[in-house]
């Protein structure tokens, strides 16, 4: 059954920037105001479902060549080991630090390896959610 | 981490390459790596041997659960130092062994050697473990381990029977040890062997003292395959041949005996341990070699011998056990030879029995079979594997010049002492137990005598063997000849052994007798009543050996429906049975009904702890103003739960479900929760994805499947659950029994650097939590992969059908 999804389809490839870069914005908005990497990472799929929606599995796939399985496995492997790294260095599991550098142009700016583990909660969130998503509807 | 950490670990490291060995070196037996980590071991053990046979030990802790007790604390002293270097030893020699035994091409070599390589660590951490909990951990490491080798051929049935068999009665009794260990952890305050053994005169007193000794034994018992434990054995020689000369006979079934030694100095001395240990033995020791006489197989035999022989090692640490009632003295020394006597056996025992079962191997393996009425006549064919049959038969027997004489000799100089015993109330039943011992000493010798003359003398019938009989290539042969070897040397020099190794092993058993040891193993006693008493069981042995064809009917008398194995059989078919009813019963495949559970025991639990603890309280003081805009969310929230429920439309229903996530993130909007809003708001869109994907594929709505009448009981549990959940939340509102923890975390911004809370707990302060949560969603994503992907292949597999 093909559909005249134009209207849909148009608004989506606009849209789905946006929301996108909203994803991005919560994420490294976590560390001091709402947002964070689960959230970050739920905005980026709902993004990505939206895209699938739109366009039909093969078209976004051409795009979009990621292997969401992976993602997730790359994801919880990230943030078990920022808390590895820690015990290599002789401090407890997944002990985080943070520091603030001065950078030429930007200014004061926070790091904090926190993020590191974050990434990793994002990517596995994406993986995951996606992984359901996209197994189900190909059910079809 | 010292360097015996390392060793005791290192087999289990290796197991981890062995796969990857396999597969990318096939041209080589995989068995020729593993060669070298029990040869290291056992090199390295070998260093420490100077300092034990000074009397020294050695105590090495790497902190692992400190704040419950729990130390990675290994102890070498004589016990542990002789049965580690029998592990690795003989580990060494079985690995050899298996490397002819096992064909490169059609066995799965890297389980073999995996399951060995576990295997080996779980026995080097029993035997080196001075923490209770370590040992019990390594303990049940064995089980397992020795599990997986019984079911090695897992195709067939036999093995898996056996396999199973051996790890329900050996995880029961490792149960029965657990209990015991916690036990003693309570009386002692601590995990430590060591020094439980120094405060053992304090807890005699305990109450929980016999439970404890009792629990322990039976541990100990079945490991050690004692009456009437004793019935996997027999069964676990469906194992491959160097697993059964390996695990059952020369180390893990000695495992019992090791608890049984390693404890004598807390538990000995008192009339209970006393009779168990010497009775339970003795009784093993009469009723095994009753049994193996019988056999026709000859792995069978050995496996009753093996049960038989330790049997005989438990008693007579039962009767050593009476040295510790004196504590010193004349009568002391005397009833430790008896001790001196089972840790002598002991090593002879690992020798040939070690070497009996790698020459039943090789028989089995260049004939096809191990059926006596099978073989004969192999002496001229084989005769290597004859003399090392011959050695080792003639050494279990207890015949010169081979060790097993000396420790026969012991085993019959420790009856006659405890006989002699006026404690205990021995003056009554103490002459029960030479006679005893002597009479399973006859049956020993003549099942010796089967397992030899059998198989190698009378007639060679080539047309009932699988194959055509020749001697055994020189790799598979050497494993059992340096055993024997082993076995003829220690007879002509058993004094070196005793003051290098036997000494020690006595001082960690009787550590109250330390330097008063003083012996002289001798193969010529004199004229003595022992000598008289292997006279007369060897004359007697013969005669009944020659008579056999008459008697051996006799046990066809004995009525199977009594044996202790079919006493097993039927425990398990009805055990099988009444959970299967359990388990029908209750498991209806109605997710409804799984609820109906899951909310009847939350009442139950909740409800009554709530009410016995006069939790039901309410403060209408601490609530906070509830304005009108709350007032109107809230009644479109029960609007639209309502309309959930009762719709008959499933867009509607899903429609009211999202509703109900909105209102819900508007609620956390209007009480100033922006970070849980985002988070509600976004997982609604994806839920609301999700739906409609899978949507088209849902079947059509219904109400309920049978009757569509009021379901009464659905209605109260439904009632008291939301009852209960508001008495909850009004309750935890109105006790503060506690300083809330928030406002640890209102210091986030120092301690973590972040000025988001929320987020601060989530990455920084219960990190784990999050982390954990993350693999639960990774878990899920691929469940449900999994699980589509297994349909969608067989949907496809139909249709190419």
Not at chain 2, 48 to 67: D, K, V
Not at chain 2, 620 to 645: K, P, Q, R, W
Request: proline fraction near 3%.
């Amino acid at each position: 059954m093909k559909t005249n999804d134009v209207i849909l389809q148009t608004i989506t490839s606009i849209s789905a920037f946006i929301i996108l870069a909203f994803g991005a914005y919560l994420f490294f908005a976590g560390h001091h105001d709402p947002g964070g990497g689960f959230i970050g990472g739920l905005v980026l799929a709902s993004a990505l479902v939206l895209l699938y929606l739109a366009f039909d599995m093969e078209t976004v796939q051409q795009g979009i060549r990621i292997d969401y399985k992976i993602l997730t496995g790359i994801g919880v492997g990230l943030s078990t080991l920022t808390g590895v790294g820690a015990m290599l260095l002789g401090f407890p599991f997944l002990t985080h630090t943070f520091e603030y550098v001065d950078f030429p142009f930007f200014g004061e700016i926070e790091l904090a390896t926190s993020v590191l583990f974050e990434v990793g909660v994002s990517l596995a969130v994406v993986g995951a959610t996606m992984t359901i998503i996209l197994s189900i509807s190909e059910d079809a | 981490m010292s360097w015996l950490h390392i060793f005791i670990l290192l087999p289990l490291l290796v197991a981890v390459i062995i796969p990857i060995l396999y597969k990318k070196i096939a041209r080589i037996h995989t068995g020729w790596f593993v060669l070298v980590v029990p040869l290291a071991i056992f090199v390295y053990l070998l260093t420490f041997l100077p300092m034990i046979a000074g009397g020294e030990t050695a105590m090495y802790t790497f902190p692992w659960i400190p704040s419950f007790n729990i130390d990675m604390s290994f102890y070498v002293d004589g016990l542990g130092l002789v049965f580690g270097l029998i592990i690795s030893g003989i580990g060494t020699l079985v690995v050899l062994y298996s490397i002819y035994y096992l064909d490169k091409g059609r066995e799965a070599l890297h389980n073999f050697y995996v399951y060995l390589m576990i295997f080996m660590t779980a026995m080097l951490g029993v035997v080196f473990s001075d923490n209770l909990i370590v040992l019990y951990l390594f303990w049940e490491l064995t089980s397992i381990s020795s599990f997986l080798l019984i079911a090695y051929w897992y195709a067939r049935r036999q093995s898996r029977y056996g396999a199973q068999k051996a790890m329900l009665i050996t995880i029961f009794g490792g149960f029965s040890m657990l209990a015991a260990i916690i036990m003693l952890g309570i009386m002692g305050d601590t995990f430590s062997i060591r020094e439980l053994i120094s405060q053992s005169d304090q807890l005699v007193q305990h109450p929980l003292f016999i439970p404890a000794m009792v629990l322990l034994l039976i541990g100990a018992f079945t490991k050690s395959a004692q009456f009437p434990f004793h019935i996997w054995l027999p069964d676990a020689m469906e194992a491959p041949t160097p697993i059964s000369a390996y695990l059952h006979s020369a180390t893990m079934v000695k495992a019992g005996i090791y608890v049984v030694a390693r404890f004598t100095p807390l538990f000995g001395g008192t009339m209970e341990w006393f009779w168990i240990v010497t009775g339970v033995g003795l009784l093993t020791l009469f009723w095994g070699s009753l049994l193996a006489v019988k056999q026709r197989d000859l792995k069978a035999l050995l496996a009753f011998s093996t049960v038989s022989q330790l049997g005989l090692i438990m008693s007579l640490l039962g009767m050593g056990s009476a040295a510790l009632y004196y504590g010193g003295g004349e009568l002391a020394h005397l009833h430790s030879m008896a001790v001196l006597a089972a840790v002598f056996h002991l090593v002879n025992h690992a020798t040939f029995k070690g070497s009996l079962f790698m020459v039943v191997g090789i028989v089995d393996h260049e004939t096809g079979t191990r059926d006596i009425r099978k073989l004969g006549g192999l002496m001229s064919i084989m005769p290597i594997s004859f003399t090392l049959a011959l050695i080792g038969s003639l050494s279990m027997a207890g015949l010169p010049p081979f060790n097993g004489f000396l420790s026969k000799e012991l085993f019959f100089t420790g009856t006659l002492n405890a006989a002699s015993l006026d404690i205990f109330r021995m003056e009554t039943y103490g002459f029960l137990i030479p006679i005893v011992a002597w009479v399973a000493s006859v049956f020993t010798f003549i099942y010796s005598i089967i397992l030899v003359f059998k198989t190698f003398f009378g007639n060679y019938q080539p047309e009932r063997l699988e194959k055509e009989a020749h001697e055994a290539p020189w790799g598979m042969l050497l494993p059992p000849a340096i055993l024997a070897l082993f076995v003829v040397v220690i007879f002509f020099v058993p004094n070196v052994l005793g003051e290098y190794i036997l000494e020690p092993m006595m001082a960690s058993v009787l550590p109250a007798l330390v330097g008063q040891f003083d012996f002289h193993i001798e193969a010529w006693h004199g004229f003595e009543p022992e000598l008289f008493m292997t006279i007369a069981l060897v004359v007697l042995g013969i005669v009944l050996y020659l008579t056999l064809r008459r008697w051996i009917g006799l046990y066809n008398r004995m009525p199977r429906a009594l044996s202790i194995t079919n006493a097993y059989n039927s425990g398990l078919k009805g055990m099988e049975s009444i959970s299967r009813k359990i388990t029908d019963a209750h498991m209806t495949g109605f997710s409804r009904d799984y609820l109906r559970y899951i909310f009847l025991i939350f009442i139950m639990i909740v409800g009554a702890s709530l009410f016995m603890l006069d939790g039901i309280s309410f403060d209408a003081g601490t609530v906070a103003h509830i304005n009108m805009f709350e007032v109107i969310l809230s009644l479109v929230l029960v609007g639209a739960t309502a309309m959930v429920v009762f719709t008959r439309s499933r867009l509607a229903a899903v429609i009211c479900v999202g509703v109900l996530g909105y209102i819900v993130a508007l609620f956390f909007v209007v009480l100033r929760a922006p970070d849980l809003a985002l988070t509600q708001l976004a997982i609604e869109t994806v839920t609301v994805a999700l739906f409609l994907v899978c949507f088209y594929h849902l079947p059509r709505l219904r109400q309920k499947e049978e009757g569509d009448g009021f379901n009464v009981i659905n209605m109260l549990i439904a009632s008291a659950v939301g009852i209960l959940v508001t008495l909850v939340a009004l309750a935890a509102n109105g006790h503060r029994l506690f300083p809330s923890i928030s406002d640890y975390y209102l210091d986030a911004y120092e301690l973590a650097g972040a000025a988001n809370m929320v987020n601060a707990i989530l990455a920084d302060f219960r990190a784990l939590d999050t982390l954990l949560e993350i693999f639960v969603l990774c878990i899920a994503g691929l469940g449900v992969f999994a699980l589509i992907k297994v349909k969608m292949a067989r949907r496809e597999k139909n249709e190419n059908q």
